[in-house]
């Protein structure tokens, strides 16, 4: 085990130059590589043992060619839920001792590992989700931060913590676990939430039950191998994939359940919510939920700004992963000064925006996740010009195999209209025009949610006030909306986006943590 001077201090993890022919080759390499390898089969992980699910095995396809199985998952039962819940439980006396050098030890060779492979993990993400190179490789890079990042917070927590002194006594303030926690991540980052969540509450103690997205069962039993090689102990993380009904609900509502952190939509979130709220008979303490979940985030470019720049920023924030980021901008905020000048300068982009399969390096748009995500994008479309928006480009099904959809701008989007109210998870994006810097405070605050927004302007005054009014948990001055980095942005959201978990943050493992008093009397008695 390293010692503390041996640690050096937390530093983001490069992204890929992929412009680089050496890495483009071993990139290309990991692609061939991990295609020949599928489907790939996922079984449980229960009490340190591979097993098969009591519900038999479903499959993840490649939703840009949705006759390529990627990987054919174990489909774990409620009976196979509890089994791993009564593990974890039996685990955790036995982890919650370990020291947090112990237990960060795991993360840093997790990390080493995952950096060593970092291309065949990405390259699966590019197969099973359908992120191009780029998103698939900042995928795999946000991980590797989570783990380096958690890993150094938990020496942090682990140490002596500062109390007041007081005559006569001793005091102690120490944090401690919380005990078996589930973990349900999203599928559209597949492996960097999974990660931050699942080695986020590892590292300080507590054990855990993973379900992954049904989407994307195979990266996630790539991270488990990963977790499985570098000698982490059977039962302190025990990994059931399944469905919502059989194995969600019950990690959600077992007693034995600490705590539950999940990512994915605000329904599903409101519903774990109000599930985990209810006491069920023999348990013994509220259940705590940390939830991340959705956005209807916005970019606001005023009068001011640096319109060329702020062009080529809404195009990443709106179509980046397809728009299939909780992060992603949606709501588009324009002063009626520039607002012409911008459309010349971002339609074209729109236009010449490169869509097809991700596994070439040339696509920036690929495929959405699965047809029901498609269909609902559609179902938005439909109500957009029904209510009398503008389509300005895009709107059209890709004639390709895949759910592809071209990426889609509507004009004349009032603040009432379904794509400016409602969460699509796609490359749709809505137009709204504002008269003055107060109005588009006011537009850009209209929504239940609260997680991401983007302010471009150059005045330092309306800065200032962008900065103290603008309602969002992650809030960028002359930059895109979406992209934060694991120590540099902490990330979670207001209002239905979520507990503002803010994950990647210095807060984020206390979630995960109880804190304990102790003062013991010393002198006469």
């Given at each position: 085990m390293r010692t503390t001077s041996e640690i050096t201090p937390f530093v983001n993890e490069p992204f890929t130059d992929f412009s680089d022919e050496e890495n483009a080759q071993a990139f290309q390499q990991a692609l061939q590589k991990v295609e020949g390898e599928f489907p790939r089969v996922v079984r449980l992980w229960v009490d340190g043992e591979d097993r098969e699910g009591g519900a038999g095995t479903f499959e993840s396809r490649d939703p840009g060619q949705p006759d390529r199985i990627v990987a054919n998952s174990a489909k774990g039962s409620r009976e196979d839920a509890i089994q791993a819940i009564a593990g974890a439980h039996k685990?955790?006396?036995?982890?919650?001792?370990?020291?947090?050098?112990?237990?960060?030890?795991?993360?840093?060779?997790?990390?080493?590992?995952?950096?060593?492979?970092?291309?065949?993990?990405?390259?699966?993400?590019?197969?099973?989700?359908?992120?191009?190179?780029?998103?698939?490789?900042?995928?795999?890079?946000?991980?590797?931060?989570?783990?380096?990042?958690?890993?150094?917070?938990?020496?942090?927590?682990?140490?002596?913590?500062?109390?007041?002194?007081?005559?006569?006594?001793?005091?102690?303030?120490?944090?401690?676990?919380?005990?078996?926690?589930?973990?349900?991540?999203?599928?559209?980052?597949?492996?960097?939430?999974?990660?931050?969540?699942?080695?986020?509450?590892?590292?300080?103690?507590?054990?855990?039950?993973?379900?992954?997205?049904?989407?994307?069962?195979?990266?996630?039993?790539?991270?488990?191998?990963?977790?499985?090689?570098?000698?982490?102990?059977?039962?302190?993380?025990?990994?059931?994939?399944?469905?919502?009904?059989?194995v969600g609900a019950t990690l959600v509502e077992h007693p034995l359940t600490r705590f539950v952190n999940f990512t994915g939509s605000a329904a599903v979130g409101a519903e774990i919510y109000e599930k985990a709220a209810r006491l069920q008979p023999g348990q013994i303490w509220l259940k705590r939920v940390v939830a991340e979940m959705g956005g209807k985030d916005f970019v606001f470019v005023d009068e001011d700004a640096d319109v060329a720049a702020a062009a080529q920023a809404v195009h990443a924030s709106a179509f980046g992963f397809q728009g299939q980021k909780c992060s992603a901008c949606s709501r588009l905020i324009l002063h009626e000064a520039i607002a012409d000048a911008f459309m010349e300068q971002f339609l074209p982009?729109?236009?010449?925006?490169?869509?097809?399969?991700?596994?070439?390096?040339?696509?920036?748009?690929?495929?959405?996740?699965?047809?029901?995500?498609?269909?609902?994008?559609?179902?938005?479309?439909?109500?957009?010009?029904?209510?009398?928006?503008?389509?300005?480009?895009?709107g059209e099904v890709v004639d390709r195999p895949g759910f592809y959809l071209q990426p889609t701008v509507f004009g004349g989007v009032g603040r009432g209209d379904t794509i400016w109210k409602e969460e699509l998870f796609a490359p749709v994006l809505g137009v709204h025009r504002v008269g003055s810097f107060e109005e588009g405070i006011e537009a850009a605050n209209d929504t239940v949610y609260g997680l991401t927004g983007a302010y471009f302007g150059r005045n330092e005054e309306k800065i200032a006030i962008a900065k103290r009014e603008l309602f969002a948990g992650n809030l960028y001055i002359n930059r895109k909306c979406t992209g934060a980095l694991v120590g540099v942005h902490p990330f979670g959201g207001f209002n239905m986006s979520g507990t503002d978990s803010k994950a990647g943050g210095r807060d984020y493992l206390l979630l995960f943590l109880q804190g304990k008093s102790i003062s013991r009397k010393v002198g006469r008695s």
């Open positions: 685990a955790f006396g036995e982890w919650s001792r370990k020291t947090a050098e112990e237990r960060a030890e795991f993360l840093f060779r997790a990390a080493r590992t995952l950096r060593l492979r970092k291309h065949e993990f990405s390259a699966q993400m590019v197969y099973e989700v359908g992120k191009s190179w780029a998103e698939a490789d900042g995928d795999t890079a946000e991980a590797i931060d989570f783990l380096e990042f958690y890993a150094r917070e938990a020496l942090r927590y682990g140490r002596k913590q500062p109390v007041v002194p007081y005559p006569g006594e001793e005091p102690e303030f120490h944090y401690v676990p919380l005990g078996v926690g589930a973990v349900i991540p999203p599928w559209n980052f597949p492996l960097a939430i999974l990660v931050g969540m699942t080695s986020a509450a590892l590292v300080t103690g507590n054990t855990v039950v993973l379900k992954p997205a049904s989407d994307s069962p195979g990266i996630a039993g790539m991270f488990v191998d990963l977790m499985k090689e570098v000698g982490l102990p059977g039962g302190v993380l025990q990994f059931v994939p399944g469905g919502g009904t059989e982009l729109v236009e010449a925006t490169t869509i097809g399969h991700p596994s070439d390096p040339n696509v920036f748009l690929g495929p959405m996740i699965n047809e029901a995500a498609l269909n609902k994008a559609l179902e938005g479309i439909v109500a957009a010009k029904n209510e009398g928006n503008e389509l300005l480009a895009g």
